[in-house]
């Protein structure tokens, strides 16, 4: 009996085509939305904790409170000196410990001045694998910065694209840093991330003379012994930090963060950033709903007649109940389906867009099938939902009011 | 025929039918007493405004009287809740309306089968029956046309067809042909009268049409809302009337 209910459902559809399509692209908005923000989400959700989890979990990562990514833009900023840096690598389980620090600088080539990111890092071999590990810097071309460097940078990738100076850098290429002139000896490799492949680095020394810092960090990178508990080491640090600093417990003005922590945060902020997404969908797919409403009030009152014939020929209320649920089902239904199709179709293309622009392995999206199932009975239950109030007004017409219609 | 011969099928006891609008209670039925035999054929006759569709929803189930009792073969049916009277009418009932009523998305055979889908009838059947009721009022050539695509004459013998596929005891004919040409119509009623004489219905025709009510048996006549008066025709049907030992 069912089957023949679909039939019935299916033929008025097929018969209302045009408003058929129209109330179908209301769900199909909405569902394609859903489906490819989540998708989207997940797969940089995903991506930002393959790049923590690559840093490994035996790194701490210490900076002062407040300006961890951006040291100075805060009016009062209290800083990580170079002295921190001795106490870290004083305290047993660290094995390696190496400083980091950023700004903006304006950097001149072929009589244009721009403004990008200057790093400053250490010479020392291994320190400075330390941080390439953290920052994902690897070498493409040239050589890295050796002691006794003075006046040599390395450049990221960007700088090969004409259009950031009318002209690419190369190797042997000498740009202008903060009024000062620079040998390009290395350049590395696309990483992806813009700031990153427009950033500048130069010998720690050299930073420190040319920035005035007085010996202040962005960041110390620290490696945990191989059996220490990183989390242990981080509580022995924080101790050392707070006397030397003359600090009492609690108010440290520093913090120490695992990789995992790290990765906590930014999924915690893409949370919020879904959900405010998921949310906006989520309106679009409740106007899908009440255009299905919609639709089925107005094929309620046009099939009054229909509806009056057959209760006269039998059709008790729970038949008119069904075949108008089945309708208002169809719609969610074959609007999931389709919304389903595009919203995996829009979220490969932006992972498409993101593989040309940014390389790959930055975003993958990813399409698990709880997610397509679930958007489909979530769509298909939409649909139902909406066809409750006019499927019901349809059951409790009376036939003869049905049949006196005109 | 006698009285004794007479079973009675459908009863109506002082029924009234009173519509309220605004202030005012307008009285359609003011106490019809009517009885309706098993196996007749009975002409309900009144101009329009007589109260003849509202009698006919009455005896069709279709609707409830504000007053009064109907009975089916000694049942009482106005204590029966909307849904059982669905059912009842679904069975006992079949209707051919002036209108046709068809579902016009529906094709031909499967606006025959209708009624079929909320008996819960297997779909075999329920092929089977369609298929053998619109070959039997002359249509195996327009099993799949939609209503669009046929003649009116056509339509109703479809509507006819539907009537009859639950095998119900009853036909209930508004105004049968009176949206048809004079051949279809003769056609149709032709139908009603082969349905009555052969198949054994009870068959109720609602009309003001005086010359189609009188190939009745009996005739009410309807005025303001009462049965003014019954006239039997049993001498002139008699002789029409199939033998007994058959």
């Known amino acids: ?71 100075g833009l805060s009016i009062d900023a209290v800083w990580i000196m170079d002295k921190d840096l001795e106490i870290v690598r004083r305290t047993s389980g660290v094995t390696l410990a190496t400083g980091f620090v950023t700004t903006t600088a304006a950097i001149e080539y072929n009589d244009q001045a721009r403004y990008f990111m200057v790093y400053g890092e250490s010479t020392d071999p291994d320190e400075r694998a330390l941080l390439g590990e953290s920052n994902n810097y690897k070498l493409a071309s040239g050589r890295v910065l050796d002691k006794g460097d003075t006046h040599k940078v390395t450049i990221g990738s960007a700088y090969q694209d004409e259009t950031l100076f009318g002209k690419s ?238 | 025929m006698t009285a004794q011969s007479l079973v009675p099928l459908i009863q109506l006891h002082d029924v009234w039918k009173t519509y309220v609008m605004g202030e005012e209670k307008l009285d359609v039925l003011r106490g019809v007493t009517l009885t309706i035999n098993k196996g007749e054929f009975v002409a309900i006759l009144g101009p329009s405004g007589s109260g003849k569709s509202t009698l006919m929803n009455q005896l069709g189930l279709l609707d409830v009287p504000t007053k009064g009792k109907i009975t089916l073969e000694g049942r009482d049916l106005t204590t029966l809740s909307e849904n059982e009277m669905a059912l009842v009418r679904g069975k006992t009932i079949g209707f051919i309306f002036q209108q046709f009523n068809l579902i016009p998305t529906l094709t031909a055979v499967e606006n025959v089968m209708l009624p079929t889908l909320f ?32 003649s009116g004459g056509q339509q109703q013998r479809v509507a006819i067809a539907r009537s009859l596929v639950n095998d119900p005891s009853i036909i209930l004919a508004d105004e049968p042909t009176g949206n048809l040409d004079s051949i279809s119509g003769a056609q149709i009623f032709e139908m009603l009268i082969h349905l009555h004489r052969d198949e054994h219905k009870t068959v109720i025709l609602i009309t003001h049409d005086e010359e189609l009510a009188h190939h009745a048996q009996r005739i009410a006549y309807m005025k303001d809302g009462r049965v003014d008066r019954i006239e039997e025709k049993a001498t002139k049907n008699s002789s029409r009337k199939r033998p007994r030992a058959e």
């Not at chain 1, 130069?202 to 620290?222: R, W």
């Not at chain 2, 298929?131 to 939609?146: A, W, Y």
Request: aromatic content about 6%; glycine content about 12%.
């Open chain 1, 1 to 71: 009996m069912l089957k023949d209910f679909f039939k019935l459902s299916l033929q008025e559809i097929r018969h209302r085509r045009m408003r058929s399509y129209l109330t179908l692209t209301g769900i199909i908005i909405g569902i394609a939305a859903v489906v490819s923000l989540i998708s989207l989400g997940q797969g940089l959700q995903n991506a930002i904790a393959g790049q923590f989890a690559s840093l490994g979990n035996d790194k701490l990562f210490i900076s002062a409170k407040g300006n961890s990514f951006n040291p």
């Open chain 1, 169 to 406: 850098i190369g190797l042997g290429n000498t740009i202008i840093v903060k009024g000062i002139q620079f040998k390009v000896v290395g350049i590395m490799e696309k990483t992806g991330s813009p700031p990153d492949d427009q950033a500048v680095g130069m010998p720690i020394d050299t930073y420190e003379e040319l920035f005035e810092t007085n010996g202040a960090l962005g960041m110390i990178v620290a490696q945990t012994q191989v059996g220490e508990d990183p989390v242990e080491v981080a509580s022995e640090i924080t101790t050392a930090l707070r006397h030397s600093r003359n600090l009492k417990e609690g108010n440290e003005d520093f913090t120490i963060q695992t990789p995992q922590e790290m990765a906590a945060i930014f999924s915690s902020i893409l949370d919020i950033v879904q959900i405010v997404l998921l949310g906006i969908a989520g309106i679009s797919l409740l106007v899908g709903g009440v255009n299905v409403m919609n639709t089925m009030y107005t094929s309620v009152l046009e099939r009054t007649r229909t509806i009056g014939l057959m209760k006269a020929v039998g059709a008790q209320k729970h038949h008119i109940l069904t075949l108008f649920l089945i309708e208002s089902g169809i719609y969610g239904l074959v609007g999931g389906i389709i919304g389903v199709g595009i919203g995996v179709g829009i979220a490969k293309l932006v992972e498409l867009v993101f593989i040309l622009v940014t390389g790959p392995s930055f975003l993958s999206v990813e399409i698990s099938w709880v997610l397509i199932f679930g958007t489909l009975l979530f769509s298909f239950v939409v649909g139902c939902i909406s066809g409750v109030a006019p499927a019901l007004r349809a059951a409790k017409l009376h036939p003869v009011d049905g049949l006196r219609y005109e």
């Open chain 2, 119 to 150: 008996q819960g009838i297997a779909e075999e059947e329920r092929v089977v029956r369609g298929r053998k009721l619109l070959t039997m009022v002359g249509l195996d050539h327009r099993m799949d046309h939609k209503p669009g695509q046929l």
